[in-house]
């Protein structure tokens, strides 16, 4: 355990598991309630508008997002932009379409650097002592 920055205010404190120092994990709680009765409320909602209809920053409601805390009976309920395209999308961080678009490209990757190793096992290097 070590000391470090707040990410939120910047205010040095003790590493724990929330990553944040005690003052704004307790406003991060009082937000996640505040988030809770919004979503029970509308139901299923974008980043964006529960920022509108809370206040909430859309990055602390990424941030709960991504680490389970706005989850309710298994379901997501909250909607974010896919990192590529900006779909909407409930989990992960690519949407399908996106992601299948990478593996395709991975895939191409791995042929073409397999190609070039099958091309270089035939090459041989020799030394010679003087």
Known sequence: MGVKNCPECGKLFMENPSGLCPACYKQEEIYEH??????????KSSVEEIHKATGVKEKVILRMLKSGRLFAEGQNLVNYPCDM??????????????????????????KTDERSVDSQRGVRMYTKDK
């Open 85 to 110: 395209c900006g779909a909407p999308i409930y989990e992960g961080r690519l949407c399908s379409k996106c992601g299948s678009d990478f593996t395709k490209q991975v895939k191409e990757v791995w």
């Open 34 to 43: 505040k988030i809770g009765e919004y979503l029970r409320e509308f139901g």
